[in-house]
């Protein structure tokens, strides 16, 4: 709980819908969402010895082409998700001329759990910024 923290409570009936559901979260935290364009179609991997690395991997993955790419997203789909594996596609456009809200600098291991709820999945990220 300092300045430097931010977070999200991200929902999902699968695992699938819980990790594009994060991402999204994530996204809107740093930039009004709503105000992105679908332009470009990217497709990602990611890899890790479990779900929550994964999801690790997969938001730092995102952050890369946020903070060096310099693009925003709006759409996630995860096309393939095994315990240590996922294929995606993302869709965004340029950062030009879009407000930044929060400049997250990475997603962070800080308190992070997936938990099997009775309606699916729930997680808690924080990110530094």
């Given at each position: 709980n300092h300045?430097a923290?931010?977070?999200?409570?991200?929902?999902?009936?699968?695992?699938e819908?819980?990790?594009?559901n994060?991402?999204f979260?994530?996204f809107?935290l740093?930039?009004p969402?709503?105000k992105?364009?679908?332009?470009t179609v990217i497709?990602?991997?990611?890899?890790a010895?479990?779900?929550e690395?994964l999801?690790?991997?997969?938001?730092?993955?995102?952050?890369?082409?946020y903070?060096?790419k310099k693009m925003?997203?709006?759409r996630?789909?995860i096309?393939?998700?095994?315990?240590?594996?996922?294929?995606?596609?993302?869709?965004?456009e340029k950062?030009?001329g879009?407000e930044?809200?929060h400049d997250i600098?990475?997603?962070?291991?800080?308190n992070?759990?997936?938990?099997?709820t009775?309606?699916g999945?729930k997680?808690?990220?924080?990110?530094d910024?």
């Open positions: 300045t923290d931010i977070g999200v409570i991200a929902y999902g009936k699968t695992l819908k819980l990790f594009e994060t991402a979260g994530m809107s740093i930039t969402i709503g992105v364009k679908e332009k497709s990602i991997a990611a890899d010895a479990d779900y690395g999801l690790i991997s997969f938001l730092n993955e995102l952050q890369y082409y903070s060096v925003f997203f709006k996630f789909e096309l393939t998700l095994t315990k240590t594996h996922l294929d995606a596609n993302i869709s965004g950062i030009s879009h930044i809200t600098k990475a997603a962070t291991y800080h992070l759990k997936i938990e099997k009775t309606d999945y997680t808690q990220i924080i990110f910024v």
